[in-house]
């Protein structure tokens, strides 16, 4: 792939405010994990649930949100939308943190209070990649992207719904609603994100929307909007539904993109590295959350299913799959080339974040699996510090990068 010539996207600040934001509420996720893997100290609820949701909400959310500027903000047209964007942004910015701190709380009131900003922050985007829409050539990582964007408005609003449910202490949704909002996040949402970016980044730009880019994305959008309704309405066929849908869509995607991987430099300093490993990942999840579900429909977990028989590894196992193999991958890499014209501060920690996140992730996994929890004191620290230090490397990075155009698609230059 060769490189191409940068984009003038005037929506600079909005990208690098919320992927700063987002890495700052990730050390409290980081920290946590550590400490909890190293088993020094007990954890309430709160605090794990502190843990989760700096993760996905504070981590994910607001690196999806700054890749979704990235990737429709291409077009100068991007400066007519007015006053949305960024009071959006700030609106993500501020509301994301507090939104964390009341799950700390562990007051159901403030979760509630605090839940409707972040609500409304990502509506707001929402509203602004439909308008730019209109001034983008749409490819499929664009296309993917708002579908993913489709996907988690329905489930921040199931989620936001929920912590009401629990202040008024009042029935406001179905039980089946607890399944369903992260089955839709997870699912319907990350997948469609990591398949975008490695459109974005490995695809051939061609100026022509590819048929067999746009059924691959398809299948898990629809595989995602069958199993939240399946979900919702206790309906098990629809829950089944989804798993050829994922699997013949991550069928395709293998197909379209395995061979591409032989070509990423996996020892030198670069982002496609990341992306690379992020497809590895997703394809792993995909296998685990069909397991889970042919498990689940077919009875293994009782009749009707009861949660506390499903085995803990492949939850957390799946779930990591998705929030550190997938996406933690795909937001760092996407922060290295962001960042790109500051690779020369601290290099070797680009091989730190890459080699020690990853094999520490592995090794975790691992020690699930075979219920050996003195591994999971080793490998923990090792997955935990080398993102600390990630974070340390690119916050810096990103605080004394100049005002230069951000690179649209290209593979950036050798280092």
Known sequence: MSDQIAQDIPVRWEVKAQFQAAMAIFVITVVIGILNGLKVMEFSRADLLTHVHAGTVGWITLGVLATSIWLFGGSRSTASNGRLLPATSVLAVVAVPLYVL????????????FGVPVLVAIAGLFI????????????VAHLAILGAIVNLSVGSVIGVLMQFQFALARALLPAEAFTAHPSTLVIGYLILVGMAITEWRFAPDTGRL?????????????????????????IQA????????????????????????????????TADRHFGLSGVFLVLNVALLS???????????????RFELIPPWLIIGMDHAMFLGVMSNTLFGLIQLLAWDRRAFWPWADHVLFWGMNFGFVGFVVSLLTHSPQFEKVFTPIMGVSILLAILTYTIRL?????????????????
């Open 102 to 113: 009341a799950f700390w709380s562990g007051n159901f009131t403030l979760r509630a209070i």
């Open 210 to 234: 590819s048929r067999l880019g746009l059924v691959q994305i398809a299948l898990p959008f629809l595989g995602g909007v069958a199993l939240t309704l399946g979900s919702l309405l206790n």
């Open 399 to 415: 605080q004394t990068l100049a005002t230069s155009p951000i690179p649209a698609r290209a593979t950036p230059p050798a280092a």
């Open 291 to 305: 397991y889970l579900i042919i498990s689940y429909v077919s009875g293994a977990y009782g009749s009707p299913p």
């Open 238 to 269: 629809l829950i089944f539904l989804n798993v050829p849908l994922e699997i013949l869509g991550v069928l395709i995607y293998i197909g379209r993109f395995a061979s591409r991987l032989s070509h990423i430099r996996w020892m030198e300093q």
């Open 128 to 139: 602004w990649i439909i308008s730019q829409s209109r001034h983008t050539r749409l490819g």
